[in-house]
Every structure is written in C-alpha cells, then in structure tokens.
C-alpha cells in the first residue's frame, strides 16, 4: 500500500494548518494510522495516532489540546487538525500505518519501528 501525505506549508506561530493521508489501497483500511515528525538531526517522534475505526485515538503530550487527528470515511484517509502552532512544531511530518491485531479497533503504536509503511514527508514551518 502506498501513502501519500500532503497539507503542509508556512504558518505564523498561533496559525492553523490541515495535513491529510491517502492510503492506496481500501483492503488495508482497518489498520491504524499515525503521524510521526522529524527535525534534523533527531529522532523520529510520535505525533498522534488513530485506530480504523477513529475511537482508538492517541497523542503525544506536547500536541494535546492543539491538535485533532481523525480518520475519514471511508477509513483509507486520515487528517491531522493542527492548530495554535508553536515554532517547536516545526519539522517534516510522515504519516504511517502499522499491520496490528485488534481489527478496526487496533491500538495505534507509538514507535516509528512498529509501522510498516510510510508515506514522504511534508513539511511544516512555524514563524515567530
């Protein structure tokens, strides 16, 4: 399955921007699927992620209450609401989708290792 993200650009710090994630293939649609960023020199980080059926839904701790991610109908879209952005929200944003167990209701995983497909990046500045 191929994923392709896209949404990304330049905001002003407080700004709102949208990402969305397309997913190829309708069959794999129960999986769960995440957000991930990176900056240079860093690791990959958990941004949020979300069950097949969007009532599993997890986030990291810096983007709680900013940021709203949910899954589309049908579930091969996934979208990711950011709002008040800071300039630490800049990075280059992936989306991904982990093969687990649990059916639509599978726990999305926090660690980039565990996903097993990957779409490019898009890239998110924030300005002070």
């Known amino acids: 399955v191929q994923l392709q993200a896209y949404g990304g650009g330049l905001v002003q710090a407080g700004g709102s921007l949208r990402l969305s994630c397309a997913a190829s293939?309708?069959?794999?649609?129960?999986?769960?699927m995440s957000w991930f960023r990176q900056v240079p020199g860093k690791e990959r980080e958990f941004v949020a992620g979300?069950?097949?059926?969007?009532?599993?839904?997890k986030y990291a701790d810096s983007v709680k209450g900013r940021f709203t991610i949910s899954r589309g109908n049908p579930a091969i879209t996934m979208a990711l609401q950011m709002n008040s952005l800071k300039p630490e929200d800049t990075a280059e944003y992936f989306c991904?989708?982990?093969?687990?167990?649990?059916?639509?209701?599978?726990?999305?995983?926090?660690?980039?290792?565990?996903?097993?497909?990957w779409g490019q990046g898009t890239l998110v500045t924030v300005s002070s």
């Open positions: 979300v069950s097949g059926s969007g009532r599993n839904i």
């Open positions: 293939d309708r069959t794999f649609s129960y999986n769960p």
């Open positions: 991904a989708m982990a093969i687990v167990s649990g059916g639509y209701n599978g726990v999305p995983p926090r660690r980039p290792d565990e996903y097993d497909y």
